[in-house]
């Protein structure tokens, strides 16, 4: 069931249709155990009208009902921006590495080719 169509229902109705949608839930609980239950779907269908509807009811009774707002104007498309080219720069060098980190080097090069 849709949210406009539940928004416009009374605090009545609405708990007559969780009433209806429980007793339904039931039935289907019992279906599924045992073994009869065709549409597995419905069961996830009827617990969130169930939820649905409990919340715009608490809604309404609070009085605290949303304003329904009219869909927002489409934006307009982005335009790309050209993209400025970068100079090219030379080879890069590259960082000068320490001491302990070119024996770890070394040692792992070694490991490797003792593998082979």
Not at 48 to 61: L, P, V
Not at 77 to 89: D, L, R
Not at 92 to 108: E, F, I, V
Request: hydrophobic share 35%; glycine share 4%.
């Amino acid at each position: 069931m849709k949210v406009a169509d539940v928004r416009a229902m009374t605090l009545d109705q609405l708990d007559e249709e969780v009433l209806k949608l429980k007793k339904e839930q039931f039935n289907l609980r019992f279906q599924r155990a045992t073994g009869q239950l065709e549409n597995t779907a419905r069961v996830r269908v009827i617990r969130r009208d169930i939820a649905r509807m409990k919340t715009i009811a608490g809604q309404k009774r609070v009085g605290n009902e949303p304003v329904v707002k009219a869909a927002p104007a489409p934006k307009a498309p982005k335009v790309a921006k050209p993209k400025a080219e970068k100079p090219k720069t030379e080879a890069k060098s590259k960082k000068p590495q320490s001491a302990k980190s070119k024996k770890a080097g070394a040692k792992k090069t070694a490991a490797t080719k003792s593998k082979e």
